[in-house]
C-alpha cells in the first residue's frame, strides 16, 4: 500500500478561486508532513511543514495545511488561486515509521484557468 | 545562503555509457540526500549522508549507481553502463541534524535537478 495518497491527479480551478489538495498518509503516530511545489524542469519547493502542535500551519505563498489525525489526512488550502500558482504539488511524510527520508505522494497538477 | 546546486541540469547520454551528477548542499548542512524522479510520480529515495559517511542506501540503488561525499561537503552520483531505464530526475536535497533535533533532518531543501536522458 502507498504510504502517501494524493488522490487527484489534476485538479483545475479559475483565477481567484479557493484551492484545496488533499493528501492522506497510511501510518505513524507522529508523522512529519510537508508539503512541496514544482514547477515544470524544476527542483522541489517547501510550501510548509507540520511537526507538532497548532494543527493548522501557515507556508509561503499563501498557502496553509491542516493535519487531522483522524482522517490521516494533510489538505494543502489556498482561498485565492492565482495564475502563478499553476504547479505540480506534492505531499511528503517523514519520521520514525518512515526511517531517514522523505516519502512522496504521486503529485497533483494544478491548472489555473482564467 | 546560496541553496542547493546540481550540475549539470540536463544530460543526454547513449546507453552503456557512464555518467556522473554533482551535487553541493546548502552549506551548513551535515545531512545530503539524492532522490531519483520518474515522470508523472514523486521523488523516490536513493541514499544519504551524514557529513562524509553514507548512512542508508534504497534498493533502488543497484551496483550500477555509486555517491560519495568525500569531505563532507558536495556529493556526486555515479551511473555506470546507463541503462533506458535510468532516465529520470535526479534530486539533491540537504539538511541539518544536531544533538537531539532529528526532526530537523526531515526539512529537506532540493536543488533544481538533473533531468538524465538515456538514449
Known amino acids: 500500500a502507498q504510504s502517501v495518497t494524493q488522490p487527484d491527479i489534476h485538479i483545475t480551478v479559475s483565477e481567484g478561486a479557493s484551492l484545496e489538495l488533499r493528501c492522506n498518509y497510511s501510518?505513524?503516530?507522529?508523522?512529519?508532513l510537508f508539503w512541496y511545489v514544482q514547477s515544470p524542469g524544476q527542483g522541489l519547493q517547501l510550501l510548509l511543514k507540520?511537526?507538532?502542535?497548532?494543527?493548522l500551519v501557515q507556508g509561503i505563498k499563501g498557502f496553509e495545511a491542516e493535519f487531522k489525525r483522524s482522517q490521516s489526512s494533510f489538505n494543502l488550502r489556498k482561498p485565492s488561486v492565482h495564475w502563478s500558482d499553476a504547479a505540480e504539488y506534492f505531499c511528503?511524510?517523514?519520521?520514525?515509521?518512515?526511517?531517514?527520508?522523505?516519502?512522496f505522494g504521486a503529485g497533483t497538477i494544478l491548472r489555473v484557468k482564467s | 545562503d546560496t541553496g542547493v546546486s546540481q550540475n549539470p541540469r540536463h544530460k543526454i547520454t547513449k546507453r552503456g555509457q557512464n555518467v556522473t551528477f554533482r551535487c553541493d548542499p546548502i552549506s551548513e548542512h551535515n545531512r545530503l540526500y539524492w532522490y531519483r524522479q520518474t515522470l508523472g510520480q514523486g521523488p523516490e529515495f536513493l541514499t544519504y549522508f551524514q557529513n562524509e559517511a553514507q548512512l542508508e542506501k534504497s534498493r533502488l540503488l543497484s551496483d550500477r549507481f555509486s555517491a560519495e561525499r568525500p569531505k563532507g561537503s558536495f556529493s556526486t552520483l555515479e551511473i555506470q553502463r546507463t541503462e533506458q531505464g535510468d532516465s529520470a530526475m535526479y534530486l539533491c536535497?540537504?539538511?541539518?541534524?544536531?544533538?537531539?533535533?532529528?526532526?530537523?533532518?526531515?526539512?529537506?531543501?532540493f536543488g533544481p535537478g538533473t533531468r538524465l536522458t538515456v538514449t
Open positions: 536535497a540537504s539538511s541539518s541534524v544536531g544533538g537531539y533535533q532529528i526532526k530537523s533532518s526531515y526539512e529537506q531543501y
Open positions: 507540520y511537526f507538532s502542535g497548532d494543527t
Open positions: 501510518y505513524g503516530a507522529t508523522p512529519y
Open positions: 511528503a511524510v517523514g519520521g520514525m515509521e518512515y526511517g531517514n527520508k522523505l516519502v
